[in-house]
């Protein structure tokens, strides 16, 4: 079984615009930079045939380019907060490529979690630490600071493996998106 995800990456010059917010954070385990992505589809434990499925699937898709806003700090998890993360502006072109994926994965086989798509960029991990006061201020100082825009040529089907330290990801394949909208 292969823990997966597919995901868009984050280019450098919005990273080092996110570096010195996550080094703002009084808390948390921080994403490192080249972990940064925006999720489309969690997979979780797949197996190989099936993982090989989801690639050809994907491979078939002809989605054209989308243009992605970061802005704002939030917190996901509810009550009790588990992250820290940088807001994406909602876009049609990111919503349409997330169900694209989102349908390449059902056509393969695999059962995804049922959840509303919030597309957003993990910068920390909480844990099971409760928010503190300052790393509050931190989140509210930030909630409608634009991060910056980048164009999205592709994505990337990713293998997680979680280890003490923190999750490594290593790329399975990329996926080229339309530079044109046909």
């Known amino acids: 079984m292969t823990r997966a995800f597919v995901g868009i990456d984050i280019p450098e010059h919005i990273i080092t615009v996110l570096q010195p917010v996550q080094d703002r954070l009084p808390m948390g385990r921080i994403v490192p930079p080249e972990n940064l992505h925006l999720t489309l589809c969690f997979l979780g434990d797949v197996s190989d045939p099936a993982l090989e499925a989801v690639h050809e699937r994907l ?10 806003t970061l802005s704002g700090l ?30 390449a994965c059902h056509g393969a086989g695999v059962v995804v979690e049922r959840r509303r798509f ?60 339309r530079s044109e909208a046909r």
């Open 74 to 103: 939030d917190w996901i998890g509810g009550a009790h907060p588990r992250a820290i993360v940088a807001g994406v502006v909602p876009h049609d072109g990111l919503t349409a490529l997330h169900r694209a994926v989102l349908g």
């Open 118 to 177: 919030v597309p957003h960029v993990t910068l920390a991990r909480l844990g099971k630490a409760r928010a503190s006061a300052a790393l509050n201020d931190v989140v509210l100082s930030h909630r409608l600071t634009p991060f910056g825009a980048f164009r999205a040529h592709g994505f990337t089907l990713y293998q997680s493996d979680l280890r003490p330290e923190g999750a490594v990801y290593t790329p399975l394949a990329s996926y080229p998106l």
């Open 59 to 68: 491979s078939a898709l002809h989605q054209p380019g989308v243009d992605i």
